[in-house]
């Protein structure tokens, strides 16, 4: 119990004793009475004033109290939400990181696929190179030219190879960083 209430609760039941007391069944002795009276008649307004300037006190500091608590309790309220907005925004930055990793691993899957359509590709070209350099191989100028012809489309095709594998290697690098970036915010 909070000592203010206890204070206020005992005073208020001291000053209801003195007020419902029956003084004049209990007759005290003439001596007593008469030294009695002048200290008694004196105190009373000076003790009722310092009750109720105690009282008033008592009141003042709980209304403090409890203005201080009411403030505490508004700023938890606001800093609890501003937390349950940054979780929501949170919560929503993840979910496009999500979107965004899906659709760079489904980017690299394709660009993967290319990759190995164009090896081989690649592949054929060189075999085919090489018979054709076998068949034309000591044929007419004509041929030759047909033979660097063909030659200077399969440079074509493993420069294009190049491209694509650099291309598969900076996706698989920026699948990396946003792999990497997923663990932070996960």
Request: hydrophobic share 40%.
């Given at each position: 119990m909070?000592k203010?209430?206890?204070?206020?609760?005992c005073?208020?039941?001291?000053?209801?004793?003195?007020?419902?007391?029956?003084w004049e069944?209990a007759e005290?002795?003439?001596?007593?009475?008469e030294?009695?009276?002048?200290r008694?008649?004196?105190?009373?307004?000076?003790i009722?004033?310092?009750?109720v300037?105690?009282?008033?006190?008592?009141?003042?500091d709980?209304?403090?109290?409890?203005?201080a608590l009411?403030?505490q309790?508004?700023?938890?309220r606001?800093?609890?939400s501003?937390?349950e907005?940054n979780?929501?925004?949170?919560q929503q930055q993840?979910?496009?990181?999500?979107?965004?990793?899906?659709?760079?691993?489904s980017?690299?899957?394709?660009?993967?696929?290319?990759f190995t359509a164009?090896?081989?590709?690649?592949?054929l070209s060189k075999?085919?190179?090489a018979?054709?350099?076998a068949?034309y191989i000591?044929?007419?100028?004509?041929?030759?030219?047909?033979v660097e012809?063909?030659?200077?489309?399969?440079?074509?095709l493993?420069?294009?190879?190049n491209?694509?594998?650099?291309e598969?290697v900076?996706?698989?690098s920026?699948?990396?960083?946003h792999?990497?970036?997923e663990?932070?915010?996960a």
């Amino acid at each position: 119990m909070n000592k203010t209430l206890l204070l206020i609760m005992c005073d208020f039941m001291l000053l209801n004793l003195l007020a419902l007391t029956r003084w004049e069944k209990a007759e005290p002795s003439h001596t007593q009475l008469e030294s009695a009276a002048p200290r008694s008649a004196v105190n009373a307004p000076a003790i009722n004033a310092d009750m109720v300037e105690l009282m008033r006190l008592t009141l003042e500091d709980e209304k403090s109290a409890r203005d201080a608590l009411a403030t505490q309790l508004a700023s938890t309220r606001g800093s609890l939400s501003e937390r349950e907005k940054n979780l929501a925004a949170l919560q929503q930055q993840k979910g496009q990181l999500e979107n965004s990793l899906a659709a760079n691993q489904s980017s690299t899957r394709e660009l993967e696929q290319r990759f190995t359509a164009t090896v081989q590709e690649a592949a054929l070209s060189k075999e085919q190179l090489a018979k054709m350099q076998a068949i034309y191989i000591g044929h007419r100028k004509d041929k030759v030219d047909i033979v660097e012809e063909l030659t200077a489309k399969i440079e074509e095709l493993e420069s294009s190879l190049n491209e694509q594998i650099k291309e598969s290697v900076e996706l698989t690098s920026e699948l990396n960083e946003h792999k990497k970036f997923e663990a932070i915010y996960a």
